[in-house]
């Protein structure tokens, strides 16, 4: 037997940037991130924007227009933007992919160019999916318009959309060329999709920092009431633990059985999917860490007290905790409608053994490869009954 051995390390290098007015003529971050890329030739840029943007900034499509001819010598814009649907619409219609293909083919891209993805977190997933296809990668520079994208989905190295009723069944993993945070976008959104992304810091910083979780819990109710100065910080920090796991866990790209940052996330997949996408992903995060607090309060990791601790905090920030979907045909684990069903999802999706992130304390995760059913229904009902005690009082 002969064999060649091979090993091909590979590096990438990606920045995430925070700024305001990105597309105001005064601000040259866009064009200089570019151009400096790219200083020998003006390289093609395909804009895809979010429905849901260009609604609440009509004015949008026109400012990248006249910001694109204020420094066409840097890059060309491509002049049809591709509009798409914003949520889950972008990421369950295989027809929208397809659509920005053609766009890309339509418009002569090359893997020198460059899409740039204007949305919230569905439709950066979607472009990027587009991006990473097409001609096997297109430079792709993701703009976050939502908490949750800003501060988790916009700044990670993964794309996907969904397929046969599974979530990101079909994806790639495919790190961005840059990320442009303009935190002016927060401001036209409604109140859900503000409160949305805030779970996602709160799950980070149960698993990485105490310290920023007390931060979580001292301003949980000014972030409720959309404190810009306290969101800034949250997005910043959150962003900040994010990519420091990405370049330093060892496994970014997932190729072992472990997701540490998907900690509640395998009902809140679930209960998305259960819900017909009526849960944002974040209110579903919500309930996920809530469940998966309680149920390791009762398998005697976490204390009870740092459990009630989670729990007011995620009430205080404006989070509802329970979906009836969580109790339905709950002692039915083989059974898709059950939210049992998203433990074997999600053993599938990692592509080996059952890894969830579960709690030890604030600050510390542990990893478990089984869980207890009848421990995970006690928790269901602990939950429901908290749940109904903060809406009584």
């Not at 420091?244 to 496994?251: E, L, N, P, V, Y």
Request: charged share 25%.
């Amino acid at each position: 037997m002969k064999v060649i051995e091979q090993e091909v390390p590979v590096s990438f290098n990606y920045n995430v940037y925070f700024t305001r007015g990105l597309f105001e003529r005064d601000n040259s971050l866009f064009s200089d991130i570019i151009a400096k890329a790219s200083p020998e030739v003006a390289r093609k840029v395909l804009f895809i924007i979010d429905s849901g943007v260009t609604e609440h900034h009509p004015g949008l499509p026109e400012q990248i227009k006249g910001y694109a001819e204020a420094y066409e010598d840097h890059f060309r814009m491509v002049p049809e933007l591709q509009v798409i649907p914003g949520g889950e619409e972008a990421k369950n219609d295989p027809d929208i992919v397809g659509q920005l293909h053609e766009a890309v083919n339509r418009a002569n891209l090359d893997r020198h160019s460059y899409i740039a993805a204007v949305g919230g977190g569905a439709v950066l997933d979607t472009a990027g999916y587009a991006a990473g296809t097409a001609h096997r990668g297109i430079r792709l520079v993701r703009i976050p318009t939502t908490v949750l994208a800003q501060n988790d989905a916009g700044i990670g190295v993964k794309n996907g959309v969904n397929a046969f009723g599974k979530k990101n069944f079909l994806g790639t993993f495919a790190p961005p060329f840059a990320v442009l945070n303009d935190a002016s976008f927060l401001q036209t959104l409604d109140h859900r999709d503000w409160r949305s992304g805030i779970s996602e810091a709160v799950k980070v910083a149960l698993l990485k920092d105490a310290a920023f979780f007390e931060f979580l819990e001292e301003q949980a109710t000014a972030l409720n009431n959309r404190d810009e100065e306290v969101m800034d910080h949250l997005i910043y920090r959150c962003a900040e633990l994010h990519m420091q796991h990405i370049a330093t866990s060892g496994d970014p790209f997932e190729m072992g059985s472990s997701r540490p940052l998907d900690f509640g996330h395998w009902s809140a997949h679930k209960l998305e999917q259960l819900t017909d996408y009526n849960l944002r992903h974040g209110e579903a995060v919500a309930i996920g860490l809530a469940l998966d607090c309680i149920y390791s309060t009762l398998a005697g990791m976490l204390s009870e007290e740092e459990c009630r601790r989670i729990l007011r905090m995620l009430k205080a920030a404006g989070f509802r905790l329970f979906t009836p979907e969580l109790s339905n045909r709950t002692d039915e684990p083989e059974n898709p409608a059950s939210i049992f069903y998203g433990l074997e999802e999600f053993r599938e999706h990692l592509g080996g053994e059952l890894t969830i992130m579960l709690l030890e304390g604030i600050g510390k995760g542990r990893e478990v490869h089984e869980v207890d059913f009848d421990l995970y229904r006690e928790a269901i009902a602990e939950l429901k009954l908290f749940e109904e005690q903060c809406i009584e009082v």
